[in-house]
């Protein structure tokens, strides 16, 4: 019986110790766990050129995102500061969050009111929006040229909405990832490949002969991410964030991914 007793008891215990976990979570000042440690877990993304792209040769993660990790780090704890990082995709961001997995999620989030809900955001680190990607000799010069003719795009993304909201009378082709668009657009079935403009730059960097036009004809930036509640460790990301954007430090990053992507504007970026 005793045997019995015991067998039964120790499911409810890590039941428990489970239970008293989740809420420490949720009731835990993030910033103040990182502060403590000197060290904050980042979510980030490793398939995303020029913003979090892991290297074959060296098998560590490198972009844009990860250099304003480190830095931003730095920044929020000092010299001591260190910085590691999670992989995460657009379907992963959010629940690493909820389960304490990350500190914040730095992955071309774009700010919706709808994941709003779910976490809170940093100010815009990265002025995104729809833009188009065209061969070095298209005519196609801004979105409204697309009326009447074929615009390539990959399903899911805001940028269908957005072509057809400056170019209602554009044909639209979904596909289910950007390597298909691309090829698509290589084998002439559409005059542009839209989405956002930093994608683009990426896109561009790695198929020579095309490039970015007509700007930016959406408003979709990226924001830094941490649970919602959390908004201790939001204002001092956002205060770091600023910092990095007065000493210099942001438009160096900037420079150092997307100078010369043809078509890109870094006047659009800089601060």
Not at 74 to 80: C, E, F, I, S, V
Not at 172 to 197: E, P, R
Request: proline letters at 3%; aromatic letters at 8%; one cysteine or more.
């Amino acid at each position: 019986m005793k045997k019995l007793r015991k067998f039964l008891f120790l499911p409810l215990l890590v039941l428990l110790a489970f239970t008293l976990s989740a809420c420490g979570h949720k009731d835990q000042n993030v910033y103040q766990k990182v502060e403590a440690n000197k060290h904050i877990v980042w979510g980030v993304r490793a398939d995303t050129r020029l913003f979090g792209l892991t290297n074959v040769k060296t098998g560590k993660i490198e972009g844009f995102e990860m250099d304003l990790a480190k830095a931003l780090t730095k920044q929020m704890l000092g010299k001591k500061g260190t910085a590691s990082f999670v992989t995460t995709t657009a379907n992963t961001r959010i629940p690493l969050l909820k389960n304490g997995n990350v500190d914040a999620v730095l992955a071309t989030m774009t700010i919706t009111p709808e994941r709003a809900k779910q976490v809170t955001f940093s100010k815009p680190y990265f002025p995104a929006g729809s833009s188009l990607l065209v061969p070095n000799n298209s005519k196609i010069t801004n979105v409204k040229d697309l009326n009447d003719k074929t615009v390539l795009a990959v399903k899911g993304t805001t940028a269908v909405d957005d072509v057809h909201k400056s170019a209602p009378k554009a044909r639209v082709l979904q596909y289910d990832d950007y390597g298909q668009a691309m090829s698509a657009l290589k084998a002439n079935q559409g005059v542009a490949l839209t989405t956002d403009n930093g994608l683009l730059a990426g896109i561009a960097q790695e198929n020579k002969g095309y490039k970015l036009v007509g700007g930016v004809y959406s408003d979709a930036p990226y924001g830094i991410a941490v649970d919602k509640g959390q908004t201790d460790m939001a204002n001092h990301i956002d205060k770091a964030l600023k910092q990095l954007q007065a000493n210099g430090t942001y438009n160096r990053l900037i420079k150092k991914w997307f100078a010369g992507i043809p078509g890109f504007s870094l006047k659009g970026v800089l601060k």
